[in-house]
């Protein structure tokens, strides 16, 4: 069974860290490309980074540059985004997802082509 499970999400003051995980079953994760992607209360959902699989390329929102870095273990077939200097504005669910297309960035989002599936979600809240 194909699934992707997301973990590591919580309330976080204002500069605080979370790293969020995405473990991957029923697939290698090393053959897609990777990415979150993030719906804050009341807005649609955003691209906020992703990873090329083809030469380890990655895009951020320039929001989130410089705060998040995306990786993955490939021993392990999990992502993980690592959130640092947290912010209010950084509050919503972020999903991890996967696809068999290329990671690129279209006006400045970060956007994965051909998504082929996505996680579950987790709950950030940075509180100021």
């Known amino acids: 069974q194909v699934q992707l499970v997301e973990s590591g999400g919580g309330l976080v003051q204002a500069g605080g860290s979370l790293r969020l995980s995405c473990a991957a079953s029923g697939l290698t994760l090393v053959n897609y490309a990777i990415g979150w992607v993030r719906r804050a209360p009341g807005k649609e959902r955003e691209g906020v980074s992703c990873l090329s699989s083809t030469d380890d390329a990655t895009h951020y929102l320039d929001s989130v540059k410089g705060r998040f870095t995306i990786s993955r273990d490939n021993a392990k077939n999990t992502m993980y985004l690592q959130m640092d200097n947290l912010a209010p504005e950084d509050t919503g669910v972020y999903f991890c997802?996967?696809?068999?297309?290329?990671?690129?960035?279209?006006?400045?989002?970060?956007?994965?082509?051909?998504?082929?599936?996505w996680g579950q979600g987790t709950l950030v809240t940075v509180s100021s």
């Open positions: 997802a996967i696809a068999t297309g290329v990671c690129t960035v279209e006006s400045g989002i970060p956007v994965l082509k051909h998504l082929e599936r």
